[in-house]
């Protein structure tokens, strides 16, 4: 693992991406006196242990509590489930609820080795409204499968919930209707020996202070991770920070990270982050994929989405990924590209009826290795790269939408899109193909093939300034069909049309439309 956390700084390093610096943690001090009381009681019950405090304590067996404000302030009703038994202090009396008052700082939850359920919900508060925490929810999971349900809560200050270095097991969070204030983290990794999660986030609303820090930071290790976010969830609150608002680290194994809102618009009628989003996934192994979904959601910062070594799929449908149009001087920047920078692996790409205005780039081999696992990209019904100041790719001016192809098949559709920019293919070896068809409609193309036997369709789809294509060595075919010269192809008084097969016998029906093209023996009519 650790040589895979080497490597994924390296990549990190070479891509000028930063792993923002933790938020402080809220460990929990020495208990080695409370837990002496563990063989009397499965959890000890601390109130008032630091001014205002309250700290739940486990022992080694299977805890099942569950804990709710009563209708009073600073009052808890502690409920052991499942024949879970409580103490409080150590006073020597067991009960299966405890109820303490006069609580007004941090809850601490700490119930030790064993397979543990933790559920703090509203059952005791008043009119079904939501429990209060004072300052800060901190929750520290041992070895054992570990289930935490945060449910109807309102936490006013920081929210983390980790797992004990060192330790192992299932880690499971669901985070329900509730509101954090403060900054939440979410670390999994044990130090190294992590272990599957599932992390959900449900209607809930994790603001992040307002600070420079990421609203949400969710870091597991090894092992299938799913996070899934829902119910028109928001994350971050003005003013707009200079960082990311979300950073989900993923360790190696397969993940699957999905975000689910009710439609592309940002605001509290979908899934909504406030600033930018990175995703970084490890290497998984061969027959498993790491995917990332955007359905109905919006994102007005860039997205980077970074996955290691494997076969990978990002999907965007009907969702906005960029929506903050506003540039200086008029406003600090916040809108960027949907950024994705794939390793050795079949990589997948979706996208129907959704926006990146301000372009895409897709790397399907960031390390240069000259894999030959190929791609295939399918763009239906979308708009890139067409916010009112132009796209923004690094490295590319003018691009709306960049793919960088391995040594494999890439294939690529795009379908009644409109790019407000270049489409820039640069796909290297392989039998690539490429389709431009149903309205599509771009400023230019470039494409730019390998060796191998390629295939170019642009059917009733606009270029409307410049043509540059580099089809390399091979049996190559290159079609345009239901094309009006004079309103969806570049003039040739005033734009450019550079086309060249190259080595094979290739195909082309462009005498009409391109006089002189290179490199084509055969010309169908």
Same mark, same amino acid.
């Given at each position: 693992m650790w040589w895979t956390k080497k490597k994924r700084e390296k990549r990190d390093k070479r891509m000028g991406k930063s792993r923002p610096a933790n938020r402080r943690h809220l460990r929990f001090e020495g208990l080695e006196d409370r837990r002496l009381l563990a063989g009397l009681v499965d959890v000890q019950v601390f109130p008032l242990l630091a001014p205002g405090r309250l700290d739940l304590v486990g022992d080694l067996s299977n805890n099942d509590v569950r804990m709710s404000q009563t209708v009073n302030v600073g009052e808890y009703r502690i409920d052991g489930l499942n024949g879970t038994l409580l103490q409080i202090n150590g006073a020597g009396v067991t009960m299966p609820s405890v109820t303490v008052n006069g609580i007004t700082g941090d809850i601490r939850v700490y119930l030790g080795d064993g397979d543990d359920s933790f559920k703090f919900d509203n059952t005791y508060a008043q009119n079904g409204q939501r429990s209060n925490v004072p300052v800060d929810l901190s &929750?520290?999971?041992?070895?054992?499968?570990?289930?935490?349900?945060?449910?109807?809560? %309102?936490?006013?200050? +920081?929210f983390e919930v980790i797992k004990a270095g060192g330790t192992t097991g299932f880690s499971q969070l669901h985070v329900t209707n509730t509101t954090v204030i403060g900054y939440t983290t979410v670390d999994n990794t044990a130090g190294g020996t992590g272990g599957d999660t599932e992390t959900k986030i449900n209607n809930a609303w994790l603001q992040g202070n307002g600070g420079p820090s990421p609203a949400f930071v969710? /870091?597991?290790?090894?092992?299938?991770? &799913? &996070? +899934?976010?829902?119910?028109?969830?928001?994350?971050?609150?003005?003013?707009? #920070?200079?960082?990311?608002?979300?950073? =989900?680290?993923?360790?190696?194994g397969a993940s699957r990270t999905t975000f689910t809102g009710a439609g592309a618009e940002a605001g509290f009628g979908t899934t909504t982050v406030y600033g930018d989003l990175s995703i970084t996934n490890g290497t998984n192994l061969p027959g498993t994929l790491d995917t990332v979904t955007f359905n109905g959601s919006n994102v007005l910062g860039n997205v980077s989405i970074d996955n290691g070594d494997g076969n990978t799929s990002v999907t965007v449908n009907n969702s906005t990924l960029g929506s903050h149009l506003v540039a200086p001087p008029f406003a600090p920047v916040l809108g960027g590209s949907l950024q994705i920078y794939n390793d @050795?692996? /079949?990589?997948?790409?979706? %996208?129907? +009826?959704?926006? @990146? #205005?301000?372009?895409?780039?897709?790397?399907?081999?960031?390390?240069?290795?000259?894999?030959?696992? !190929?791609?295939?990209?399918?763009?239906v019904g979308s708009e890139i790269g067409t916010a009112p100041f132009g796209p923004a790719i690094g490295g590319f001016p003018g691009a709306a939408l960049v793919l960088l192809g391995d040594n494999?098949?890439?294939?690529?559709?795009?379908?009644?899109t409109v790019l407000g920019g270049t489409l820039h293919l640069d796909l290297f070896n392989g039998n690539n193909q490429v389709d431009l068809t149903n309205g599509t409609s771009m400023n230019a193309l470039h494409l730019v093939t390998g060796n191998g036997n390629d295939s170019v369709l642009i059917d009733n789809s606009r270029i409307a300034v410049a043509v540059y294509v580099r089809l390399g060595d !091979? @049996? +190559?075919?290159?079609?345009?069909?239901?094309?009006?010269? @004079?309103?969806?192809?570049?003039? #040739?008084?005033?734009?450019?049309?550079? =086309?060249? !097969? !190259?080595p094979g016998v290739d195909t082309t029906n462009l005498s009409a439309l391109a006089l002189g093209a290179l490199g084509f023996e055969i010309f169908v009519p």
């Open positions: &929750i520290e999971n041992s070895h054992g499968s570990n289930t935490n349900q945060i449910v109807d809560v %309102m936490i006013n200050g +920081d969710l /870091y597991n290790g090894d092992g299938n991770d &799913i &996070i +899934d976010v829902q119910g028109n969830s928001q994350f971050g609150i003005g003013p707009f #920070p200079l960082g990311p608002v979300i950073v =989900i680290d993923n360790g190696e @050795a692996g /079949y990589d997948q790409f979706s %996208m129907i +009826d959704s926006k @990146a #205005p301000w372009g895409i780039l897709i790397n399907n081999d960031i390390t240069g290795n000259n894999d030959v696992w !190929g791609s295939a990209t399918n763009i494999g098949r890439d294939v690529v559709n795009v379908n009644n !091979g @049996a +190559d075919q290159f079609f345009v069909r239901n094309v009006d010269p @004079a309103t969806q192809w570049p003039s #040739p008084l005033l734009g450019l049309i550079d =086309i060249d !097969g !190259g």
